[in-house]
């Protein structure tokens, strides 16, 4: 097997994909325990990885702020940076588009990636040195534990990421009250048809009848919150948190209940019981265990073009959510 020293990995956005990126570290570290690994990333997520105890340097680019201020005098910025970075044993672009591609080719040429039908932006191949093959219908998980595996040239198994250990090292946070079961519900989304409906939260919440804390993220998000809270004496509103007092929040619940969205998938980052409610998206963006599921509604999802108007998580029942969540808190507890 080749020794690897220097690796980067190129994982630029968003929460979800990075938290379902981070979990090769263990194994990679597992393998090359000596090897320095770096990370790419959009500033707004440096702060967790900053924080991951395997990383050694966090890279920072602002393609976003590029993109939305058209400023040629910071893209030039962030080339050069990257190009000062040094040389890399290998690259692994965990992304996939045009754009991470491009990133992952300015800092070297050494570079990793999926293959033209493995991945969403066909294109990004021609700017790899090797590429891996895997069905772009496979759990994003277990995409991204195969690309690494295949990339530095080791077995990963089912069985190593069922087995894993809990992604970051986090400090349980305090106000949680450890004397009770905690539920937290994350209610945002990235679009309004991944969202829950806040009126169905709230027969969750008086069916399960249990500490219900109510995670939101933005001031909309808020107003749900305190409406959800106002008509469930057992919802209780969290306060405003950054990142890494929000992945410390999850850590220290019984079960996380929420849309296919960063906050939730932190609940299987961090080996904690959830369920993930799915509408236009499938559960190809988890990895279920018996204790991280999925409901998907009825709809049928072509993941080569989502549709953004398939408002179906709507139909969900909440008694097939009840349903499953005391059989998560019974296996938990």
Not at 46 to 71: D, G, M, R, T
Not at 108 to 113: I, P
Not at 167 to 177: P, T
Not at 272 to 298: C, D, H, Q, V, W
């Amino acid at each position: 097997m080749k020794e690897y020293k220097k690796i980067a990995i190129v994982r630029l956005s968003a929460l979800g994909d990075i938290i379902n990126s981070a979990v090769v570290l263990q194994f990679i570290h597992k393998k090359f325990p000596n090897a320095q690994i770096d990370w790419i990333t959009e500033e707004v997520f440096s702060p967790l990885l900053k924080s991951h105890h395997l990383i050694h340097n966090v890279h920072i680019i602002n393609l976003k702020k590029i993109k939305k201020e058209k400023n040629f005098l910071l893209l030039k910025k962030n080339i050069s940076y990257l190009r000062s970075l040094g040389e890399f044993d290998i690259v692994i672009d965990m992304q996939g588009l045009l754009k991470s591609a491009i990133v992952s080719r300015f800092i070297s040429k050494n570079t990793h990636g999926f293959d033209k039908e493995s991945s969403r932006e066909g294109l990004s191949s021609l700017f790899y040195k090797t590429t891996s093959k895997i069905a772009y219908e496979e759990s994003i998980v277990k995409r991204n534990c195969f690309l690494s595996s295949d990339a530095l040239g080791f077995e990963l198994s089912d069985e190593m990421i069922l087995n894993k250990k809990p992604i970051f090292e986090i400090k349980k946070i305090d106000f949680i009250d450890a004397s009770k079961i905690n539920i937290a519900f994350i209610i945002g989304a990235s679009w309004l048809s991944k969202k829950y409906p806040k009126e169905k939260i709230i027969q969750l919440c008086n069916e399960l009848k249990e500490n219900s804390i109510i995670v939101w993220g933005d001031e909309d998000e808020k107003k749900d919150a305190e409406f959800i809270c106002k008509h469930s004496s057992y919802a209780s509103i969290a306060p405003k948190l950054p990142l890494i007092e929000l992945l410390s929040l999850i850590s220290s619940v019984n079960l996380v209940i929420g849309n296919d969205t960063g906050p939730t998938h932190m609940a299987w980052a961090q080996n904690i019981a959830s369920i993930t409610l799915f509408g236009p998206t499938t559960s190809r963006m988890i990895y279920e265990t018996p204790k991280n599921i999925g409901i998907k509604s009825s709809s049928k999802v072509d993941i080569l073009k989502i549709n953004k108007n398939d408002f179906s998580i709507q139909d969900i029942e909440v008694k097939e959510i009840v349903s499953k969540a005391k059989e998560l808190l019974n296996y938990e507890i």
